[in-house]
């Protein structure tokens, strides 16, 4: 039987300990493998491994040894509770022995639970498990993570008092990390709320997603934006110290205004911009920025955009003699009495 994607998420948080067994397939390794260890331990628990009621058979050694999985739904543990054989990677080449073992599955045997690739409609196993009356099917796309995921992951790892803000924080970061991220901040999240009974918050968000890699920039990009002109040059020359290339310099704040100008030109006001942006903005950085866009507006941003493009067009052409990183100190500075203004 198939299993949409709704229902799926629901199933691998509570199985039914009485089916034959189940197949999870999708192009996307991390999300596939994610979804059958919750799978796994909510069927066996967080002993299940360690009392030998998991058996792993890599799907590619079922092609020669065909009745290795049979004789693993077959076994009995020394432990009681129930069990599960568990198949990796399967294609086609293992699909004899995991249409027979589906076939000579007596209720008492261990659960199959098998994953595999992007396996097209006509593939012998999932034919198979879509088709079995007491076997399910499920397909797993790289589609983002729903809010009831979201909200799974939070509850499994015990951070339950999140207010809307932090909420729309996490959603918009489970877009643009991978699952296996994702959850990796979610334990760091509970980790650093640990023995703490306040709501998480925005700040929290951000203390723990993963840092950009252009963070060492913020401090000359909101320097500018701030129009603190006096606390510029110091910062360029460390920056200098540092190698950090002209170029670089203009890139990033390009980026930057670009994004300011994008929140202070949303119909919606420049909260509504801020949070429409990828990647998303988290914490005090969120409203530092949104001071930003609403101090300048959208008249002056495009003025500061021109002055950018226009330097970035000067640093590139052949005639160019002065020193790069003195024309970006300039155009830096010009902004930063703009902002003044």
Known sequence: ????????????????????????????????????????AALIGPQGEEEMRLTRIPGAELRKDKARLLDATKEISFFPGPRVAFVEDANDNAAPAIL???????????????????????????????????????????????????????????????????????????????????????????????????PVTSDDVAACAPVSTEAALDDVLNIVAEGRAQELGPVLRKLEAQGTNPVALLIAATRHFRALYTAASDPGGAAQGIARMRPPIFGPRRDRMLRQASGWGAPKLEQALTGLTDTDLQLRSAGQRAPDMALVERLFLRLSMLARR
Do not use: C
């Open 100 to 198: 027979a073992a589906l076939e000579d599955w007596a209720p008492g045997d261990a659960q199959i639970v098998v994953t595999a690739g992007q396996l097209k409609a006509s593939s012998k196993i999932r034919k198979a498990f879509e088709g079995h009356a007491n076997a399910y099917a499920v397909g797993i796309y790289n589609d983002p993570p729903s809010r009831e995921e979201i909200e799974g992951e939070l509850n499994a790892a015990g951070l339950r008092n999140v207010d809307h803000e932090a909420m729309t924080d996490l959603f918009n970061l489970s877009r643009e990390l991978d699952p296996g991220d994702f959850r990796q901040t979610v334990e760091k999240l509970a980790l650093y709320k640990l023995n703490d009974d306040l």
């Open 1 to 40: 039987m198939k299993l949409s994607a709704r229902d799926a998420n629901r199933y691998f948080g509570k199985p039914d300990p009485d089916k034959t067994g189940i197949l999870i397939y999708g192009p996307d390794a991390m999300r596939v493998a994610l979804k059958r260890q919750e799978l796994v």
